[in-house]
């Protein structure tokens, strides 16, 4: 099984700040990777596919970029709505797996 | 607007089973994988299980294989999870998801295999 290990678990930060979250693979998914948003009591949100592509409707702020096994999603400039946790997901083969979740706390 | 709206969820006995249903809505239901994803609370989110569009081929995760049966109804636009043997390990919230979205690469057009759309999530609670 791919194991995806995401770097931090937690991450303090203030609005208007660039933040970045990792993702590592145990091994290359090429660039089969999906990014995904969640807030408390709700459904995640699919953020990013193919490591890379926003998908629609999604802030520009938000961008994806990796491949093999090291990924980043990164928010330019942090805004109130964006507190939340964040996990990644190999779909290069089953079993799927995510990464243990980002959560992204207000400083 | 595109829909999934999953039900069945409910207090179950260890040992017990249960059925969840995930009824489609305004999108071509046969023609996308749809999956089951849970998330025990206060933990990540795991993958359960994928049915596939075309040939209706079947993903388990390890922890549920043996178990758990996943099916879909086409023509009902409905995915279904039967759940036999429940542990308390099994306690979540499940979800089903759509496959998606398109997307176009060289001039070929794909659909990709993240988890596009999601339910609502039905609770599964397995205790005695």
């Known amino acids: 099984d791919i194991q995806m290990t995401q770097s931090p678990s937690t991450l303090s930060a203030s609005v208007g700040d660039r933040v970045t979250v990792t993702c590592r693979a145990s091994?290359?998914?090429?660039?089969?990777l999906a990014w995904y948003q969640q807030k408390p009591g709700k459904a995640p949100k699919l953020l990013i596919y193919?490591?890379?592509n926003l998908e629609t409707g999604v802030p520009s702020r938000f961008s994806g970029s990796g491949s093999g096994t090291e990924f980043t999603l990164t928010i330019s400039s942090l805004q109130p709505d964006d507190f939340a946790t964040y996990y990644c997901?190999?779909?290069?083969?089953?079993?799927?797996?995510f990464g243990q979740g980002t959560k992204l706390e207000i400083k | 607007e595109v829909q999934l709206v999953e039900s069945g969820g409910g207090l179950v006995q260890p040992g017990g089973s249960l059925r969840l249903s995930c009824a489609a809505s305004?999108?071509?239901?046969?023609?996308?994988?749809m999956s089951w994803v849970r998330q025990a609370p206060g933990k990540g989110l795991e993958w359960v299980s994928t049915?596939?569009?075309?040939?209706?081929?079947?993903y388990y995760a390890d922890s549920v294989k043996g178990r758990f049966t996943i099916s879909r109804d086409n023509s009902k636009s409905t995915l279904y999870l039967q759940m036999n043997s429940l542990r308390a390990e099994d306690t979540a919230v499940y979800y089903c998801a759509k496959e998606g979205p398109h997307y176009y690469d060289s001039s070929i057009y794909y659909t990709s295999r993240s988890f596009h759309i999601w339910g609502q999530g039905t609770l599964v609670t397995v205790s005695s």
């Open positions: 091994q290359s998914i090429s660039s089969w």
């Open positions: 049915v596939s569009d075309n040939d209706g081929s079947t």
């Open positions: 997901q190999q779909y290069n083969s089953y079993p799927y797996t």
């Open positions: 305004r999108f071509t239901f046969s023609t996308f994988a």
């Open positions: 193919k490591a890379s």
